[in-house]
């Protein structure tokens, strides 16, 4: 893949968030906040996408202004800001490809090209998903584990802690499952490997693998 390529692919992966002009809004979901049971409650949804997102959307709009960052699209933010800034840049990117690559139509296992570059990668779909689920079980403290691709077009797992996102590392972020206990702590308690486990059964990766790029 090219170098001058790849930001542009980067940007195109997460386009979906709006441009900071007039400030970041709040995701809307494509589904209703009880489509995901059982696998996500609708108090959890409730919580998570009304409260939680909210919340980093609202600080991420106090936190930039006056900033170098003002203008930037939110991928070059969370690539280049430190500090609050940083943390809820990446915590409204995160959320927003985390709660539109799911589905209440999802499960199953990716087909075409990332389902053939996961086999090649990993030997296995099941052998990814066990790599996945461990990687985040073992993940100390808050924060995401990812399914991210290279600029030379390789897949990586990857432990990020807090609010980091692949793009920190110049990565394409393709899938996350965030292990912040506010995403799994009323449908879960201390279960984290059973959420992790269950949220296979609504990744729609027809949205993954369009972030995907061969
Ligand atoms: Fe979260």
Same mark, same amino acid.
């Given at each position: 893949?090219?170098?001058?390529?790849?930001?542009?692919?980067?940007?195109?992966?997460?386009?979906?968030?709006?441009?900071?002009?007039?400030?970041?809004? %709040? $995701? *809307?979901?494509?589904? #209703?906040?009880?489509?995901?049971?059982?696998?996500?409650?609708?108090?959890? !949804?409730?919580? /998570?996408?009304?409260?939680?997102?909210?919340?980093?959307?609202?600080?991420?709009?106090?936190?930039?202004?006056?900033?170098?960052?003002?203008?930037? %699209? $939110? *991928?070059?933010?969370? #690539?280049?800001?430190?500090?609050?800034?940083?943390?809820?840049?990446?915590? !409204?990117?995160? /959320?927003?490809?985390?709660?539109?690559?799911?589905?209440?139509?999802?499960?199953?296992?990716?087909?075409?090209?990332?389902?053939?570059?996961?086999?090649?990668?990993?030997?296995?779909?099941?052998?990814?998903?066990?790599?996945?689920?461990?990687?985040?079980?073992?993940?100390?403290?808050?924060?995401?584990?990812?399914?991210?691709?290279?600029?030379?077009?390789?897949?990586?797992?990857?432990?990020?802690?807090?609010?980091?996102?692949?793009?920190?590392?110049?990565?394409?972020?393709?899938?996350?499952?965030?292990?912040?206990?506010?995403?799994?702590?009323?449908?879960?308690?201390?279960?984290?490997?059973?959420?992790?486990?269950?949220?296979?059964?609504?990744?729609?990766?027809?949205?993954?693998?369009?972030?995907?790029?061969?």
């Amino acid at each position: 893949m090219s170098p001058l390529i790849f930001p542009f692919l980067l940007a195109l992966s997460c386009g979906s968030i709006t441009t900071p002009e007039g400030g970041f809004k %709040h $995701l *809307t979901l494509p589904y #209703a906040t009880d489509a995901l049971e059982p696998y996500i409650s609708r108090e959890t !949804v409730e919580y /998570h996408h009304g409260k939680h997102l909210l919340t980093y959307v609202n600080n991420l709009n106090k936190a930039i202004v006056g900033t170098p960052h003002a203008h930037q %699209h $939110l *991928t070059q933010i969370v #690539a280049e800001a430190e500090g609050a800034l940083f943390n809820n840049a990446g915590q !409204v990117l995160n /959320h927003n490809l985390y709660f539109l690559q799911f589905s209440p139509n999802g499960g199953g296992r990716p087909k075409g090209a990332l389902g053939m570059a996961i086999q090649k990668e990993w030997g296995s779909f099941e052998a990814f998903q066990k790599a996945f689920e461990t990687q985040g079980l073992a993940l100390f403290g808050s924060g995401w584990v990812w399914l991210a691709q290279d600029e030379e077009g390789a897949l990586h797992i990857l432990q990020e802690p807090n609010g980091s996102n692949p793009v920190k590392h110049g990565m394409v972020p393709l899938l996350g499952f965030d292990v912040w206990e506010h995403a799994y702590y009323l449908d879960y308690a201390n279960r984290r490997a059973d959420h992790l486990t269950s949220l296979w059964n609504v990744v729609d990766w027809n949205v993954v693998g369009a972030r995907f790029h061969q």
